[in-house]
């Protein structure tokens, strides 16, 4: 039994079950359960190596459009958490029934949606503010 890798197909290939893609090249089994172990354990990916073998690697770094996507997508989540826990609340006051508690936790779920609202999108990790605390 020989073990291949296919940089096309990013996949591991075994002979006695596999068809092998042209461009696979053959490696043993303890390399292949390191390249997967370094994938499943560190994140790794798996790349060409200066000896033609695969050899795991960092990612490379996200780009500016995947960290402002990545960020968009948490700050839609934060927002709508702060609309759904500031609903109650805002309905009482807009009723005028709201107690000076239910007025104070109103304002702070406010003053969190803005600022949330205000965070830097385009850095990796954004410095994004605390909730409140429910009460």
């Known amino acids: 039994m020989a073990i291949f890798y296919s940089y096309i197909t990013l996949g591991f290939y075994d002979d006695m079950i596999n068809v092998i893609p042209e461009d696979a090249v053959e490696i043993t089994s303890e390399l292949r359960m390191l390249l997967i172990r370094a994938q499943s354990d560190e994140g790794k990916i798996i ?18 459009e995947q960290i402002r996507t990545r960020n968009l997508i948490q700050q839609a989540n934060l927002l709508y958490d702060a609309s759904s826990k500031m609903a109650p609340v805002l309905v009482s006051l807009q009723l005028g029934d709201a107690t000076d ?35």
Do not use: C, F, N
Not at 113 to 132: F, G, H, I, N, Q
């Open 47 to 64: 790349v060409k190596g200066p000896d033609g073998l695969p050899m795991a690697s960092d990612p490379p770094p996200p780009t500016p």
């Open 101 to 135: 508690d239910e007025t104070v936790i109103a304002k702070a779920w406010q003053a969190y949606y803005r600022a949330l609202k205000l965070v830097d999108l385009t850095v990796d990790s954004p410095d994004w503010p605390e909730p409140p605390v429910s009460q």
